[in-house]
């Protein structure tokens, strides 16, 4: 079956960086989109960003743009977001997931996602 396993969250300090990995497993990762979305407490899931099946083309919500890059490595069946210039806002739960459809276009609706990680904890101090 589909796993997906982040890690690299952490505590960081306002400013500073942290990077996530996303292992993949049980599908041929190359054909999927893949994306990151967070949640903070007692707000919904949110999109960050989101990457095509090759890599060649990314897609961020504003509040990261500049400061986040989500990229991939097919090879490994890993995505990654680098997060710098972390803010206290940043703070959440940060997840994977991957859109089953396998499609050339890449979503930002989390309802378009159908395989998810189990998430990670950021958390940005100020």
């Known amino acids: 079956q589909v796993q997906l396993v982040e890690s690299g969250g952490g505590l960081a300090q306002a400013g500073g960086s942290l990077r996530l990995s996303c292992a993949a497993s049980?599908?041929?990762?190359?054909?999927?989109?893949m994306a990151w979305f967070r949640q903070a407490p007692g707000k919904e899931r949110e999109f960050v960003a989101a990457i095509n099946r090759r890599g060649g083309n990314t897609y961020y919500t504003d509040s990261v743009k500049g400061r986040f890059t989500i990229s991939r490595d097919n090879a490994k069946n890993t995505v990654y977001l680098q997060m710098n210039s972390l803010k206290p806002e940043d703070t959440a739960v940060y997840y994977c997931a991957a859109d089953g459809t396998a499609g050339w276009v890449t979503p930002t609706r989390e309802d378009d996602y159908d395989y998810w990680g189990q998430g990670t904890q950021v958390t940005v101090s100020s």
């Open positions: 049980g599908l041929t990762f190359s054909r999927y989109p």
